[in-house]
């Protein structure tokens, strides 16, 4: 079904086009009536009063009957009028709008001639009306093809505009669940750690608390956000190294390489605490008890930034489709990142061979003006 809503009666943008268009087709009509009068010879019996008057009326009258076809066209959109009765109702009108003309055309004629007191000829109506019927046909349909195609092109655009809302708002939930499990995930492992040190070191386990606390008093409103700055981005990421640094202590060493201004770059948010998590978490075994974990961001000759997590610990046994099949935090990120970019971004973890370290990689098409401001 069309969508023809509109909150006035007249639709102004329809009239205008009407109105274009028939008064392209007045001037269209005078050129041929000056055409044939002046350099033909032809219309010598009509004065140009008649004709001036006869062109005004029959653009008033055809521009009044449009906005009344207009109205009576949306009707019957709006109600799911059948083509059945639509045909008809639509030759009828034809007919009305045929005997309109023509009674205008005549009017002008005896508005010319008031000082002689002509009035309406039956005989040169009927005559008139015969002899303009295919025209006057062809302008009605004309017209109504006009609403209908003005209708027709409104609806798409609403209901394109409908879609693609409904798709934000659909990108938008699903960006947020993604989001909202990040929180008990990220709780389950806090607490399990806080639960190891509170035997071990009381004063340590309650400022995990304190850290914790405070990560997520800070992180807890992110969900109104799709984008955050990566400068916002590494002060929370600041405060959930806090956290593991504790947890691990001399065990875990982490170096941070910023190579941007991070205020004019804007990332999703908690897009690289999972990314040091997977390292953490997968980086420990019985051989690599002691792990250093490298964060890096920077942007590349091609003007795309690049986030890297690196560790020296275990190996991956695992490519990345089989990681996002297995675990929460890669296939979050992943998840997240297609409902942001859609196929513009890469995620990437392997093992480097070069470096003998492990790789966690995320590569977006930053903005522009951001690089430009850079």
Known sequence: MLNTKSEGFIERK????????????????????????????????????????SMILEWMGVMGFAILISYLIKSLIERKTSWRYIIPIHLFCALIFGALMTFLHQLATIIDNLPHRRGFNLERLRFNFIQYFEYNLLVYFTITFIIYTYFYIKSSLAESEKKNIIQQKFHEAKTLALQNQLHPHFLFNSLNSVSALIDIDKEKSKDMIADISEYLYNTVNLHEHKLI???????LLDKYLNIIETRFQAQLSIKKEIHLEPKSIQVPPLIIQPLVENAVKHGYSATHQS???EIEISIDENKLLVIEVRNNGTPLDKNLTEM?????GIKNIDERLRAIYGQDYQLNCYNDMVSSKV?????LIPNIDDLNEK
């Open 291 to 293: 792990l250093i974990v």
């Open 14 to 53: 329809l009239v205008v086009l009407l109105a274009l268009f028939y008064t392209g087709l007045t001037i269209i009509s005078m050129i041929k009536t000056i055409y044939l009068k002046v350099f033909v010879g032809l219309l010598g019996f009509v004065t140009w009063t008649d004709i001036i008057i």
């Open 229 to 235: 700055s990566l400068e916002h981005e590494l002060e």
């Open 359 to 363: 790789v966690y990689q995320i590569i």
């Open 324 to 328: 996002k099949k297995k675990g929460t």
